[in-house]
């Protein structure tokens, strides 16, 4: 099998793809995948396709020695797994060489998050008045208090505040309901939009709604106004960090963890089912326990005394 029989398979895996409906995007993607893997291919003088394991183990590496970052590695292997698969399947080739090629280990992302002055200046901006100011204050003290999800905290009925109780009923991934407390001072910012709640309902004469948080019309708010209001916050609060809401969640986890709550009531708060989500937060703290640590250790201290 030469370039042109070797091309020939690629054009008619693209063919077979949009017939199937592959979007246009999706298809310039996987056209720039597999012009990789028949470069590579006729480099190297492969006869056919049909090559082994090892073979194109040898290529999964190049893609990392010639600098393409992990994201973009696993990509060009997800296609490279499509195409050997349907090469397969089409009876192109005698058995599949890329079933077990893996995508390089993905490095972990830390978390974003706000620091506590950053999340204070947030909390305390200029009070706006009407409903608004008063749904606006709410929604970030309630995502720093609570921890929640944006779209939990969208999701949430006036029935499921047991203000009582100072919980909130929380309806999180793969529908598990948890009670996640707020505290008092959380507690008076909601009682004040619920004032102001019932207020611009009566004044725009809108039915009443089970949603808690309202858009202008008096439909459910929906995560993508959050994200505007909390861009808009930052702004005014020259927070020089441009985060997103889930961000509020991830300073809510490492500023409990940094004085001292245990992960695993911080995973019960934050809905994770594995505790292994939950720690991706002990990372975000290595400074302050290294401070700390120097701060409590008789011998780093006798030491840094000596110095001083």
């Not at 619920?194 to 008096?218: H, I, M, V």
């Amino acid at each position: 099998m030469g370039h042109g029989t070797l091309s020939e398979a690629v054009q008619a895996f693209h063919l077979e793809q949009r017939a199937r409906g592959v979007s246009p995007h999706t298809a310039r993607a996987q056209r720039g995948d597999l012009e990789k893997l028949l470069v590579h291919a006729v480099s190297n003088r492969w006869p056919d396709w049909e090559v082994k394991p090892r073979v194109l183990r040898r290529f999964a590496l190049e893609l990392g020695e010639r600098g393409l970052d992990p994201a973009s590695q696993a990509r060009i292997l997800s296609t490279a797994r499509a195409f050997f698969r349907w090469l397969f399947e089409t009876q192109r080739i005698a058995s599949n060489p890329a079933s077990g090629l893996r995508n390089p280990k993905q490095p972990k992302k830390l978390p974003a998050f706000l620091t506590e002055a950053e999340s204070s200046n947030l909390l305390e901006l200029p009070e706006e008045s009407g409903f608004p100011g008063a749904r606006l204050r709410c929604l970030l003290e309630l995502l720093y208090a609570s921890g929640l999800r944006v779209s939990e905290l969208t999701g949430l009925d006036l029935g499921d505040v047991l203000a009582g109780e100072r919980l909130l009923r929380v309806l999180g991934k793969g529908r598990k309901e948890r009670l996640v407390p707020y505290h008092a001072a959380a507690a008076e910012v909601l009682e004040a939009y619920l004032t102001a709640r019932r207020a611009f309902l009566a004044e725009k004469a809108l039915p009443p709604s089970a949603a808690l948080f309202l858009n202008q019309r008096g439909g459910r708010l929906t995560p993508t106004s959050v994200r505007t209001f909390l861009a808009r916050a930052l702004d005014h609060a020259a927070v020089q960090a441009k985060v997103s809401p889930h961000a509020l969640r991830h300073s809510f986890a490492t500023h409990l963890l940094s004085r001292g709550m245990d992960l695993r009531a911080i995973q019960e708060l934050l809905g994770h089912a594995s505790l292994s989500t939950t720690q991706r937060y002990t990372h975000l703290d290595l400074e302050q326990l290294a401070r700390t640590y120097e701060a409590a250790h008789p011998r780093a201290r006798k030491h840094g005394a000596a110095l001083g």
